[in-house]
């Protein structure tokens, strides 16, 4: 039913740009928050960015001033431009959709939805 499509990774050399892209459908309302987080080999999955249902926004602080997370309530899309990468940022990227309105992703829970993730490769 709720599905997440997230596109957009790929390989980069160090201080190059991505734009990641993540699309919700089979959802029947149009306010819901959206976040990204990203896990590297034989770590923890981390929250990189969030955006809530009003647009607030917020970073971890290993990205803030570099990524910028968008969302296009209209196209049921979140977008992450990623600048000024770093090989550190080497990671699969997944979006989480939580339904629920002026609540942060990191805290819905078993309430968000998940994408399949996207490849990230920064090289120096």
């Known amino acids: 039913q709720v599905r997440l499509v997230e596109s957009g990774g790929g390989s980069v050399q160090a201080g190059g740009s991505l734009k990641l892209s993540c699309t919700v459908s089979?959802?029947?309302?149009?306010?819901?928050?959206m976040g990204w987080y990203r896990q590297a080999p034989g770590k923890e999955r981390e929250l990189v960015s969030s955006?809530?249902?009003?647009?607030?926004?917020n970073y971890s602080d290993s990205v803030k001033g570099r990524f910028t997370i968008s969302q296009d309530n209209a196209k049921g899309s979140s977008y992450l431009q990623m600048n000024g990468l770093k090989t550190e940022d080497t990671a699969m990227y997944y979006c989480?959709?939580?339904?629920?309105?002026?609540?942060?992703?990191?805290?819905?829970?078993?309430?968000?939805?998940w994408g399949q993730g996207t490849q990230v490769t920064v090289s120096s």
């Open positions: 989480l959709m939580c339904p629920l309105i002026n609540i942060d992703v990191s805290a819905c829970g078993d309430l968000g939805y």
């Open positions: 955006i809530t249902s009003d647009g607030t926004t």
């Open positions: 089979g959802y029947k309302f149009s306010l819901y928050g």
